[in-house]
């Protein structure tokens, strides 16, 4: 395959960045998009050109580490797909595809495509845990949770934090992320105990560094681990309820 | 005899005592003074969050560095199958002796009775540590958690999330980590790479690392140092392994005097992904845990090419089956690989490459039905369709061999402190408990039960003579003579400006390697490998190019630095490859196999972990070795039939 790449090149936080062009030819479709990336740096390289930065880790879609927008949007064409997993065989011999940084007030670009997530990592530090200090837990079947229970809270757990969910969002928003974490431990009887604290201190702190959710859903639509807004709305009760606790002095 | 300087400090007694009379016997740092102390953790994987976390917890201060961007990225979050407990749910006769004798054979009798048996004891402790943190385990109706069995074992005992219990349990470690974040009592340095650790007088008193994002290079010191940084799988270039896993740390800590084990026991995982293309970058692992309900085969005729479903069930070689009628297709990982490598070599591989053999989910489909498969390995279906586009639930996977795991790694007693005093070692990155071959779902127990436990419990016994010292100053010689060291490499990586790239010798070394040192190795190959590695690390250093400078991100720098690290790593490996004249766990020589081709162990005189030291020659380690006591088990043939 022969494609074409307009890819953003931004030496730093403070440059201006612009997007550069750069023609890839025979590309492979059994080809990942990452290593077309890795493909085109080798040759950049070699003609004394600095290779585009960009993060990837595991390569395998749990780790959270990659991605860019893909013809506008997270992730590429492909549903329930993190860039890692996308393979060239999603596209077309000749088509020119655009690549940009996840754009987002908090997320600020490092270089090229790579941006600082930091923010999620306070998210979960102001209350994304259950307080049981090692060796306090008790016997593992002491406390039985109802299947689906734990279904649903595993299928909040599969977030894998790579920020998709804010870059799409026209506020820029990251409830879905927040909610995601929140209705996991919430839905457990382990994460009871606190379940309107953490709330209420992982909203607070969210709301430090992101815009705010108008409902518009683009998110769930481009979370790789399809993550569903319902949890969103879960968030929001637990948050009223903390807040009214609260007032009560409770 | 065991070398003077490996004592391993295993406690005298009988086995299922003597944990707690170690940490009876051993000082103790009391609550209030905790926090005179401060200790640095390199790594956040399950090792290390689990670490840092449950220190800080005790009081301690606690510095974490990782050159991930955030702590939940390191490479523990992609391990899939589940993780071990002798909690005998199942009543199916489990028990701590049990999965303790399943270890150690599993393990080929190359590791220490004690160290294993107290991971065996502390599998329980992980399973409630996990489950009250919130990890979302599988349950079965009643709500009570679910087992599934695993390789190597013929009881119910892995506990699971899915096909993503890596990534549960280390956001469960994470997250208690972040707690201690909160709360100012752990601090933590994302996007920080740990480049070598500084010595004074024989001890480790603090690290020198690079900031990624600026270049910056920073010592920090402390009263002692963890290294938690994982395996050395990509030394393959082709691992199951992330991009960014590598042996720099462990290396380093190697080069100041660490002794490394065992460099030679790798692990070469059965099912995987076979590569489909040239520029590949990565292999995928499919769990092992499709081994319950998938039959291996491949067509008996070379020359079949017909398609997989029209193949009959006569025209088909079932080899695991075959050859090992009791365990089947749940054989150990090292038995499995070999038998598939075997059957490739011999013409009988599927596939457009002919690379790989089929892994069939039809009869389980016949008999339970697709929504049964599909409940318990969904994602690993959807994942592989991903990739290959084809649909496993029609057409057999194609799966072969792909290294995955490293049993060898920095020697450590048994309180995990290297031979540097003051220099612990966790998880992966350490040798301890898999001896020759590791079973499945137990990598996780093992960086768990060294991060919440045992490192816990066993650090005050070497900080306590420390109590009223602070740690080295940062201006302190010491330091800045490791600084400049450490600017000087980088500027000679940055002055290589070649016609090559990077990568490209990578994929290089990891052919060696991987044709000489991988699936099976001979004296002959070793010897070629030897030969070569010298002149193509030299060739890496005149002809690699590395574009960029040293005050922004540079990947390229970041590799090169790695992979130089890799290159000596690979030498260390043909080394003790070629010592060990046997076959044992993962290392297959070919001269040590019985006609029928099944490994032939020497216990007379390989009973032994063999602890390498830095000469200054990475082709010309000084071996010393620690013999291996066996008490309480029988040294038997592994027979798997
Ligand atoms: C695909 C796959 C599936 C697996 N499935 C299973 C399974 O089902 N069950 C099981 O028991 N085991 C499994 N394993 C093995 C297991 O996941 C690993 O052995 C284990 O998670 C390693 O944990 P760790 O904490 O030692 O290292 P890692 O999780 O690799 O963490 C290493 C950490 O060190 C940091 N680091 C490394 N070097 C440096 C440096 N120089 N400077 C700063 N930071 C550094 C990294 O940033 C990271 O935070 C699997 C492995 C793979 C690859
Ligand atoms: S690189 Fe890990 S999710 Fe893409």
């Known amino acids: 395959m022969n494609i074409t790449l307009r890819v953003w090149r931004q030496a730093g936080p403070s440059d201006q960045g612009r997007f550069e062009t750069y023609r890839v030819s025979d590309i492979s479709a059994e080809m990942s998009f990452l290593e077309m990336l890795d493909v085109l740096n080798e040759r950049l390289t070699l003609e004394d050109v600095e290779p585009i930065a960009f993060d990837s880790d595991c390569r395998e879609g749990i780790c959270g580490t990659c991605g860019v927008m893909i013809n506008g949007r997270a992730h590429g064409p492909q549903a329930a797909t993190a860039t890692c997993q996308l393979h060239m065989r999603s596209f077309s011999d000749g088509d020119t595809i655009t690549v940009e940084p996840w754009r987002a007030a908090a997320f600020e670009i490092i270089r090229d495509l790579m941006v600082d997530r930091a923010a999620f990592d306070r998210i979960i530090e102001a209350g994304g845990f259950i307080t049981v200090a090692t060796g306090a837990a008790p016997e593992a079947n002491l406390t039985p949770v109802p299947k689906d229970t734990s279904e649903t809270a595993f299928d909040a757990a599969a977030c894998i934090g790579c920020g998709a969910c804010v870059a799409v969002c026209p506020n820029s928003a990251a409830q879905l992320f927040t909610a995601a974490k929140i209705s996991h431990l919430n839905l457990l009887p382990q994460g009871s105990a606190e379940r309107y604290s953490r709330t209420e201190r992982m909203v607070d702190t969210m709301e430090q560094f992101f815009g705010s959710c108008t409902n518009h859903g683009e998110c769930e639509a481009a979370c790789p681990k399809e993550i569903s807004i319902d949890f969103i709305a879960m968030m929001n009760r637990d948050y009223v309820k903390a807040k009214i606790q609260k007032r009560r002095g409770g | ?641």
């Not at chain 2, 063999?610 to 006591?629: H, I, K, M, V, Y």
């Open chain 2, 1 to 641: 005899m065991t070398a003077p300087n490996l004592d391993p400090r295993v406690p005298n007694g009988p086995l299922a005592d003597a944990w707690d009379n170690h940490r009876f016997s051993i000082k103790l740092v009391n609550p209030a003074n905790k926090r005179r102390f401060k200790v640095i953790v390199i790594g956040s994987g399950l090792a290390g969050a689990s670490a840092a976390a449950t220190l800080a917890e005790l009081g301690y201060r606690v510095d974490v560095f990782t050159f991930h961007d955030s702590p939940r990225r390191a490479h523990s979050i992609a391990a899939q199958g589940g993780i071990n407990a002798a909690k005998n749910y199942r009543n199916d006769g489990d028990s701590i002796d049990r999965l303790f004798y399943d270890t150690i054979k599993g393990g080929d009798f190359r590791s220490r009775e004690a160290n294993v048996y107290r991971l065996a004891q502390l599998s329980l402790n992980i399973i409630d540590q996990a489950t009250a943190q919130g990890v979302p385990f599988a349950r079965e109706y009643g709500g009570l958690l679910d087992n599934r069995s695993f390789g190597g074992a013929q009881v119910s005992r892995t506990f699971y999330s899915r096909g993503q219990t890596g990534q549960q349990l280390l956001l469960g470690a994470y997250q208690a980590m972040a707690r201690q974040v909160g709360l100012g009592t752990v601090k933590l340095w994302v996007r920080t790479e740990f480049m070598d650790v500084v010595m004074k007088e024989g001890r480790a008193v603090g690290v020198v690392v690079r900031d990624l994002l600026t270049g910056e290079i920073r010592s920090h010191s402390a009263h002692a140092v963890v290294l938690a940084t994982g395996g050395y799988s990509n030394v393959y270039y082709l691992s199951t392994n992330a991009m960014t896993c590598n042996v720099t740390a462990i290396w380093r800590a190697h080069r100041r005097g660490a002794a490394f084990a065992n460099p030679c026991y790798t692990q070469i995982h059965p099912t995987c992904i076979p590569a489909a293309e040239e520029f590949q970058s990565k292999l995928t692992l499919m769990s092992e845990s499709l081994r319950n309900d998938g039959r291996v085969w491949v067509p008996e005729s070379p020359d079949d090419n017909r398609a997989p479903d029209q193949i009959p069930d006569q025209d088909r070689d079932y080899y695991l089956e075959r050859i090992y009628p009791s365990f089947g297709n749940l054989v150990p990982r090292d038995v499995a690989s070999r038998a598939s490598k075997r059957m490739v070599d011999a013409g009988q591989g599927v596939g457009p490459r002919k690379n790989g053999v089929y892994l069939d989910f039809r009869d389980a489909i016949g008999r339970l039905g697709q929504q049964a498969i599909s409940a318990r390995y969904d994602n690993l279906m959807q994942m592989y369709n991903r990739i290959t586009d084809e649909d496993p639930y029609r057409v057999p996977m194609r799966i072969y061999p792909a290294p995955h795991y490293t049993m060898g790694g920095l020697w450590v007693d048994y309180n995990l402190m290297t031979t540097i005093p003051g220099l612990f070692s966790l998880g992966e990155g350490n040798f301890s408990d898999h001896g020759a071959n590791r079973l499945g779902a137990s990598a996780l127990m093992q960086g768990l039960a060294d991060g919440y436990f045992v490192l816990p419990s066993t650090i005050g016994d070497y900080l306590a003579d420390f109590l009223n010292e602070d740690p080295v100053p940062e201006s302190d010689e010491a330091f800045t003579r490791t600084e400049s060291e450490l600017q000087d490499r980088i500027s000679r990586l940055l002055s290589m400006k070649g016609n090559r790239t990077v990568d490209d010798f990578h994929r290089r070394l990891g052919r060696v390697v991987w044709d000489h040192c991988g699936m099976s190795r001979s004296r002959q190959g070793l010897d070629q490998a030897l030969s070569d590695l010298p002149d193509l690390y030299e060739e890496f250093r005149a002809s690699a190019r590395v574009p960029g400078d040293g005050e922004s991100v540079n990947q390229t720098l970041e590799k090169a630095a790695r992979l130089e690290d890799f290159f000596e790593l690979a030498m260390a490996m043909c080394v003790d490859a070629r010592q060990r004249e046997e076959s044992c766990g993962g290392h297959f020589r070919e001269e040590h196999q019985t006609a029928q081709g099944e490994a032939v162990r020497d216990d007379e005189n390989f009973a032994t972990v063999s602890a390498w030291f830095w000469t200054g020659d990475p082709s010309r380690p000084e071996l010393q070795e620690e013999n291996l006591e066996f008490e309480n088990v029988k040294l038997s043939t592994r027979s798997y039939k």
